[in-house]
């Protein structure tokens, strides 16, 4: 039995961030009826983020939807909205992703759910927040990690801002959301009571920075200055990078330079003693290990450090993760099936309970799949 088994989850929302947590529900066994605009459906759809098609759709959608079933609604329909107030009222969740303001137009606020389901864990993603001048803007993944100050965390000192090449804020803020869900439901066992609970993507990505942050706060707010080279973080010294080697990449996390020195028969690290040096002397000491890690291959480099319990890897592509043994043993990949038998490849939840992986082999649904069948069991 899932933890989440009998759960009903009605999710109002669309692209990334609320449907990766509703995902997750769903993931742990809870039924989510992902209720969608007629025609189009969630503009996820066909949201594309490279030219792969799956079976008509966007791998996105595909991959974020898995496991849910679709209802097809109009909700500025008077009669279709009734149809998906009567699906609230029987649920334990309901979760949505609108700018602040439109929840309200449409008639599905906090304030009017509680009224039909006083029970119900209300679960909301907004890009800003509800206050605010920025709480009108688009809470897009990429917008949002350029105003949080991310940007300059990340690439080489002088290239200018550099973005982590994945939804990141969508999918952290999408976790958030799960974990304040997660937390009402346990409030709500003990006192009977719902809760509305509310994340924003800007306060997500902010809290992912939390150490830097705080370090910014107590360094006398210098500004945020990224390694010269082989760069990995802007605040972490020397050795902390990745090295291009003679066949490949090595990455170092921290370590003594002088031991690596030793390690590696490099003279020149040998005379960084100082803790200190390895951050003001950051960019040199970089520079004299990637000559260095050069010389020889990323084979090479590993038999010495890893025996001696230096922190380092191999730096692989998805072709190279996929046929290492340390992949294969976490069955990490499952193949799920839409209901026309169309097949594809994805990911699992990553969350083991008393040693069982949670695993589905339901695709994501055709739009308004569900909608004759939810309608007679639920809504007739």
Known sequence: ????????????????????????????????????????????????????NLNGESSIFRAINRNKESFQADLKNKTDKERVLKLIEKADVLVHNFRPGVIERLGFD???????????????ITGYGKEGPWKPKPGQDLLVQSLSGISWLNGIEGN???PIGI?????????HLVQGILAALIKRNKTGKGSKVSVNMLESILDFQFESITTFFHDGGQPTIRPKNNSAHAYLGAPYGIYKTQNGYIVLAMGSIPILGELLGCDPLKVYTEVASWFTERDTIKQILADHLSTNTTEKWLSILEPADIWCAK???????????????????QTVMMSDGFKYKTT???????????????????LGEHTKSITEELIS
């Open 315 to 333: 730096v692989m592509d998805w072709d190279t993760l996929f046929s290492e043994e340390g992949f294969k043993v976490l069955d990490m990949i």
């Open 167 to 175: 939804a990141l804020v969508d999918i952290l803020s999408g976790a």
């Open 1 to 52: 039995m899932k933890p989440l088994q009998d759960l009903l989850v009605i999710d109002l929302s669309q692209f990334l961030s609320a449907p990766s947590a509703t995902l997750r529900l769903s993931d742990l066994g809870a039924r989510v009826i992902k209720v969608e605009r007629p025609v189009t459906g969630d503009i996820c759809r066909q949201l594309y983020v490279s030219n792969v």
């Open 348 to 366: 699992r939840c990553p969350i083991k309970i008393d040693g069982q992986n949670f695993t589905s082999n339901i695709g994501s649904p055709h």
């Open 110 to 124: 906090y304030k009017t759910i509680k009224k039909i389901n006083p029970k119900i864990i209300y679960g909301s």
């Open 160 to 162: 200018g801002p550099t």
